[in-house]
């Protein structure tokens, strides 16, 4: 298989893993679940993918680590968002 092909297949499926978790906690408003320490530790680190694929000029990385970024924002948003109603 093409390396290429490889790494945009491993970029969806990276950058989609996340949405069954949002999806879950936008129909039940319920975020006991979540650690806002993960949510940070992986906005960080997949921020820091989009600075790399941004250097390296690499258009897959770039793109499929910020949609993760923004799905886990979604995420975070919705952990304080949540939390605050108990």
Not at 24 to 38: A, C, R, Y
Request: glycine residues 8%.
């Amino acid at each position: 298989m093409n390396n290429n092909i490889l790494g945009i297949i491993a970029g969806i499926l990276t950058s989609i893993s996340m949405l069954p978790q949002l999806i879950k906690v936008l129909k039940e408003k319920n975020v006991d679940d979540l650690s806002p320490v993960m949510l940070l530790t992986l906005i960080v680190g997949l921020s820091l993918w989009v600075a790399y694929g941004i250097g390296k000029g690499e258009a897959p990385i770039i793109y499929s680590n910020a949609f993760a970024v923004l799905v886990n924002l979604c995420l975070l948003g919705s952990y304080l968002i949540y939390s605050k109603r108990k």
